[in-house]
């Protein structure tokens, strides 16, 4: 609070003959709400699982194991969201000139960057878990290795999420539709979980979290597909899931070569996973532009 007070002393500087009391608050409020209920869910959402595994495991180290998968992951999709903080300000502002052909330029090229980064991300961290984990966590965290492989899919889902909420709804000004959104897959979060996590500690909680996502995905999809050509926009990434499909395949294979050194398996497999995705898209790429220019 103190650092947004601080902010005011610089205002006179840039701006002149402008006082506290024009200021009409009200008309913000309830924008301002807009914004601020799906974020409070959000931060419920993010910590209600680890929550309910607390309290209704007796067995602690569900929730040790949990917590420090989930940790992994996000820190994971950190880097598949990475490009929604500067694509914000720029969609509202194309928005705001009515320029809607751009605007779907924009979201095309966030969906393709989003599918290019997190398509070899979830099956990379599926394919090298089992070596990784024990080394990044520990040996004691063993069953994290499973609660990993069942969060992945979470960077593709949240992706796409944050494409279509954060980068899409929120700079047009559909934040009602943003917000019902997160509640809906927040209430299905809690429902599931009174189920899933009784009769399947972490694991369950994990399947919760994939399918509660999915339903956020689903919602926001309906909301934007008379303005963006989903389908269109899926065909046109399947490279992605295609070539991260082969990198997974090929990096399990040399699990065949029987290396004892977890380090140098994980080192290996991710060296060979990347030089496999990028000649896969690369291959795909010259195989479209030569049918291209044959027709």
Same mark, same amino acid.
């Given at each position: ?67 420090? +998968? ?6 994971? @999709? ?7 903080? /500067?694509?914000?300000?720029?969609? *509202? ?17 966030? @969906? ?10 979830? @099956? ?23 609660? /990993?492989?069942?969060? *992945?899919?979470?960077?593709?889902? $949240? ?23 997160? !509640?809906?897959?927040? %209430? ?6 009174? !189920? ?9 909680? *994990?399947? /919760? ?25 899926? +065909? ?14 090929? $990096? ?10 977890? /380090? %140098?398996?994980? %080192? ?28």
């Amino acid at each position: 609070m103190l650092g947004n007070i601080s902010l005011w002393f610089y205002l006179p500087k840039y701006f002149n003959n402008y006082y506290i009391k024009n200021l009409n608050i009200k008309k913000h409020i309830y924008p301002i709400l807009l914004l601020f209920i799906p974020q409070v869910a959000l931060k419920i959402y993010n910590i209600i699982d680890k929550i309910m595994i607390g309290y209704m495991i007796l067995d602690k180290s569900e929730l040790g194991n949990y917590e420090e +998968a989930y940790k992994l992951i996000n820190i994971l @999709f950190t880097v598949v969201s990475s490009l929604g903080v /500067v694509m914000i300000p720029r969609i *509202a502002n194309i928005f705001s000139t009515g320029n809607y052909k751009k605007l779907n330029n924009y979201i095309k090229s966030s @969906f393709e960057f989003t599918f290019f980064l997190s398509f070899p991300i979830m @099956f990379g961290i599926i394919a090298i878990s089992k070596e990784f984990v024990p080394i990044f966590l520990g040996e004691e965290y063993k069953k994290a290795i499973l609660i /990993v492989t069942s969060l *992945a899919p979470i960077i593709l889902f $949240c992706g796409i999420t944050n494409v279509i909420g954060t980068q899409y709804l929120l700079p047009t000004k559909r934040q009602k539709q943003y917000t019902i959104s997160i !509640i809906v897959g927040l %209430i299905v979060n809690i429902i599931l979980n009174l !189920i899933f996590i009784k009769r399947a500690g972490a694991i369950g909680a *994990a399947i /919760v979290t994939i399918i509660s996502q999915f339903i956020v995905l689903l919602i926001q999809v309906s909301y934007i597909k008379k303005q963006v050509n989903i389908k269109s926009i899926f +065909a046109s990434n399947i490279k992605y899931l295609i070539a991260s499909f082969i990198m997974f395949v090929v $990096c399990n294979l040399l699990n065949l070569l029987n290396i004892n050194n977890r /380090v %140098i398996l994980v %080192i290996l497999k991710i060296f060979v996973g990347v030089i496999i995705y990028f000649i896969f898209i690369y291959i795909y790429n010259k195989i479209i532009y030569l049918n291209i220019e044959q027709k």
